[in-house]
């Protein structure tokens, strides 16, 4: 519908990848009760709970593996490799900041 590239003809070259998106809400109601719409919910996330990883992969519902990480870096902070932390260094160092900032 956004009239970009969709399927296997995305990411077929390093700069511009012609990906669109579009997304859609409405309401479950709209068709069926609340009720019997939760019961259904309900049964296709057991479903996909009780799924069979492919090679012992863990089985995720959509959005839950950027939860789980937002809930992670919420309690231990955000995971930074070395060669990041030196060039916020040097540029702190550069524009005269103190590191660790002083309270």
Do not use: W
Request: with cysteine.
């Amino acid at each position: 519908m956004s009239g970009s590239l969709f399927g296997t003809q995305c990411f077929q070259g390093m700069v511009n990848h012609d990906v669109g998106h579009m997304i859609m809400a409405f309401n479950p109601e709209f068709f069926m009760e609340k009720k019997k719409f939760q019961e259904r919910l309900e049964q296709l996330v057991g479903e996909i709970r009780s799924a069979k990883p492919i090679e012992g992969r863990t089985v995720y519902l959509p959005g839950e593996l950027e939860f789980l990480t937002e809930r992670d870096s919420n309690e231990s902070g955000v995971p930074i490799d070395e060669r990041s932390v030196e060039k916020l260094l040097a540029l702190a160092d550069n524009q005269n900041i103190s590191f660790p900032p002083e309270i």
